[in-house]
Nanobody, 125 residues
């Protein structure tokens, strides 16, 4: 069951930027740890990063370090993924998720975690 709504994906040229959003009407996300993941066709899902309720951020996927930034706006009940200097290899479906066992802990990518429907990001010239 889809628990989150991601938005902000689209088609962008290499070097461009996008900001993805993740929100829900189900819960107040103020103390939730929310993770961002991506999965390209034929590839395994990758964990990008996670932002905790106190605003601390886990380490980023090596491939996106220095280009992607996770943030949150509790007043808008929204988690963001700012993506700069996008590369063709960033093309993927991007998902946000929460840990189904303990929502204050970063999700592990387990199938039982609470997921959104995903948003497509395509980077091409």
């Amino acid at each position: 069951q889809v628990r989150f709504v991601e938005s902000g994906g689209g088609l962008v040229q290499p070097g461009g930027s996008l900001r993805l959003s993740c929100t829900t009407s189900r819960w107040n996300l103020a103390w939730y740890a929310i993770g961002w993941f991506r999965q390209a066709p034929g590839k395994e899902r990758e964990a990008i990063s996670c932002i905790r309720g106190d605003g601390s951020v886990s380490d980023y996927l090596e491939a996106v370090k220095g280009r992607f930034t996770v943030s949150r706006d509790n007043a808008k009940n929204t988690i963001y993924l700012q993506m700069n200097n996008l590369k063709p290899e960033d093309t993927s479906i991007y998902y946000c998720a929460a840990n189904y066992l303990a929502t204050t802990l970063c999700p592990t990518g387990h199938s039982e975690d609470y997921w959104g429907q995903g948003t497509q990001v395509t980077v091409t010239s």
